[in-house]
């Protein structure tokens, strides 16, 4: 840490003509400048220095290319959605910290992840530091998750829980949660900023010295962001967000960090009464049943490296109000009111006299620039009481000026749209909103009894 000198010749000094005096005054003797002259310091350097210290043989830096990562091995848990957004599985040591808004399911899902690991041969402590073990275990019952190598403790001190660890030697240790565990190496009730700071990193530190790995569960403030301070997320390996609506039973795991893997990656759980569910193939989930009704059309989304097709429906009701209602569940609203915008004056599809009502199958959030097309064709569908073929998507942004413009990623898209019988793709190379709604006119049919002009 640096220190100041004060000069014993000159101890004050004018900022702007260097003028120097032996006292301070409040105005230069050389400018007459009021306020100017300051205490004169200079920097002398570090008062303390740090002895060298010889790294033992086994620590000692090596080349790169000299470490063997087959000596870390990852750890399949048993479920594999997990492990898609782990990278492939938990690495030993690794510190994973799993957060999500109260009664998304994380305790499930983490009580899952548990005794797939029992079952697989290895040892797994579960430290329940919110609810007692018999809570546990009824929800272990109603899920079917009992296993003799998962070993539950119901404990809120940082230092019996150590100990159980000595004690049961595990594989695997889950923290639930870390807001709620204190430890009396640091002042402050449960959950205060410097105990989670010193829980997290004692956890860590045995983390990396046993080669245990340790999953920890964080609550998160009203916004949606993990609570507690950020040095929480930059100490641990992974950081994962778990989330879902309480309407639908779909859920969701995304990897915000992974320093053992890729950070765009999903995992997608289904919640039963009998605990949860992996989806490997979600394609289902956002799709009507039955025959294509007018208004609705099929769209291409990405949640991380995974395509799925999300049904957009919209539904146009003739009003006379001064003001017509927009709802949207699902899209943005503000995308959803510029589509219209374009819709009217490029295409000529009038919605200023219409409620316009546009949602998505599954309670999806479907927010990208990809849902432009899809909202306007299922929009056009629904004032022109026209249904798309069930073979048929769309994904294309729009601009202001009409134009369909390309998205990312879109021959990964295309091949899933053809992968799941969508053989008929419209997008950017119809070139403009108005061709792309008379390629779908093409390709569709009208209501019995309708017969409507090109776009």
């Given at each position: 840490?640096?220190?100041r000198?004060?000069?014993?010749?000159?101890?004050?000094?004018?900022?702007?003509?260097g003028?120097?005096?032996?006292k301070?005054?409040?105005r230069?003797?050389e400018?007459q400048q009021w306020g100017?002259v300051?205490?004169a310091a200079?920097?002398?350097?570090?008062t303390?220095?740090?002895?060298a210290v010889a790294?033992s043989?086994?620590r000692a830096?090596?080349?790169?290319?000299a470490?063997?990562?087959?000596?870390a091995p990852?750890?399949?848990?048993?479920?594999?959605?997990?492990?898609r957004?782990?990278?492939?599985g938990?690495?030993?040591?690794?510190a994973i910290l799993?957060?999500?808004?109260?009664?998304?399911?994380?305790?499930t899902?983490l009580?899952?992840?548990a005794a797939?690991?029992?079952?697989?041969?290895?040892?797994v402590?579960?430290?329940?530091a919110e609810?007692s073990?018999?809570?546990?275990?009824?929800?272990a019952?109603?899920?079917?998750?009992l296993?003799d190598?998962?070993?539950?403790?119901?404990?809120?001190?940082?230092?019996?829980?150590?100990?159980?660890?000595?004690?049961?030697?595990?594989?695997?240790l889950?923290v639930d949660?870390?807001?709620t565990?204190?430890?009396?190496?640091?002042?402050?009730?449960?959950g205060?900023?410097?105990?989670?700071?010193?829980?997290?990193?004692?956890l860590?530190?045995v983390?990396?010295?046993r080669?245990?790995?340790?999953?920890?569960?964080?609550?998160?403030?009203?916004?949606?962001?993990?609570?507690?301070?950020?040095?929480?997320e930059h100490l641990v390996?992974?950081?994962?967000q778990?989330?879902g609506?309480r309407q639908?039973?779909?859920?969701?795991?995304?990897a915000?960090?992974?320093r053992?893997?890729?950070?765009?990656?999903v995992?997608?759980?289904?919640?039963?009464?009998?605990?949860?569910?992996?989806?490997?193939d979600?394609s289902a989930?956002?799709?009507?049943?039955?025959?294509?009704?007018?208004?609705?059309?099929?769209?291409?989304?990405?949640?991380g490296?995974?395509?799925l097709p999300?049904?957009?429906q919209?539904l146009t009701?003739?009003t006379g109000?001064?003001?017509?209602?927009?709802?949207v569940?699902?899209?943005?609203s503000a995308?959803?009111?510029?589509?219209?915008a374009?819709?009217?004056?490029?295409?000529?599809?009038v919605?200023s006299?219409?409620?316009?009502?546009?949602?998505?199958?599954g309670g999806?959030?479907?927010?990208?620039?990809?849902?432009d097309l899809a909202?306007a064709?299922?929009?056009a569908?629904?004032?022109?009481?026209?249904?798309t073929?069930k073979?048929?998507a769309?994904?294309?942004e729009?601009?202001?000026?009409?134009?369909v413009?390309?998205?990312t990623?879109?021959a990964q898209?295309?091949?899933?749209?053809?992968?799941?019988g969508?053989t008929d793709l419209i997008?950017?190379?119809?070139g403009?909103?108005?061709?792309a709604?008379?390629?779908?006119?093409?390709?569709?049919?009208?209501?019995?009894?309708?017969?409507?002009?090109e776009f």
């Open positions: 840490m640096a220190t000198r004060t000069t014993t010749t000159a101890p004050y000094r004018c900022t702007e003509c003028w120097t005096a032996l301070w005054v409040g230069c003797g400018c100017t300051v205490e200079e920097p002398v350097g570090l303390r220095s740090v002895a790294p043989a086994d830096a090596r080349p790169i290319t470490i063997d990562t087959r000596d990852r750890r399949t848990t048993g479920v594999g959605e997990f492990d957004v782990l990278g492939g938990i690495v030993p040591g690794a799993l957060s999500g808004e109260p009664g998304v399911g994380k305790s899902l009580l899952e992840v797939q690991s029992a079952r697989a041969g290895r040892r402590l579960y430290a329940s609810e073990t018999g809570q546990v275990r009824l929800r019952e109603r899920t079917g998750a296993h190598e998962l070993y539950i403790a119901a404990e809120t001190d940082l230092a019996t829980i150590l100990g159980h660890v000595d004690e049961v030697t595990p594989e695997l889950i949660s870390v807001q565990v204190s430890s009396s190496m640091s002042e402050g009730m449960a205060h900023p410097s105990q989670v700071r010193e829980v997290a990193s004692t860590i530190r983390a990396k010295e080669g245990l790995p340790v999953i920890i569960v964080g609550h998160v403030t009203k916004d949606g962001s993990i609570a507690g301070p950020r040095i929480l390996d992974v950081v994962c778990f989330e609506e639908t039973s779909l859920r969701f795991v995304r915000l960090k992974n053992f893997g890729p950070t765009d990656e995992g997608c759980f289904d919640m039963t009464g009998s605990g949860i569910a992996e989806v490997a979600p989930l956002f799709l009507g049943h039955g025959s294509p009704e007018p208004g609705t059309c099929v769209a291409i989304a990405l949640e490296r995974r395509a999300v049904e957009v919209a009701i003739v109000a001064p003001n017509p209602r927009r709802i569940n699902g899209v943005d995308r959803v009111a510029m589509v219209l374009v819709l009217e004056k490029r295409a000529g599809v919605t006299n219409l409620d316009v009502y546009v949602s998505t199958v999806v959030r479907f927010t990208e620039p990809a849902a909202i064709i299922a929009v569908g629904a004032v022109r009481n026209e249904s073929p073979q048929l769309a994904i294309g729009l601009s202001l000026a009409g134009e413009r390309p998205v990623q879109t898209r295309r091949s899933e749209a053809a992968r799941l969508y997008d950017n190379r119809s403009s909103l108005r061709g709604l008379n390629d779908v006119k093409a390709r569709t049919r009208s209501a019995p009894g309708e017969d409507f002009p």
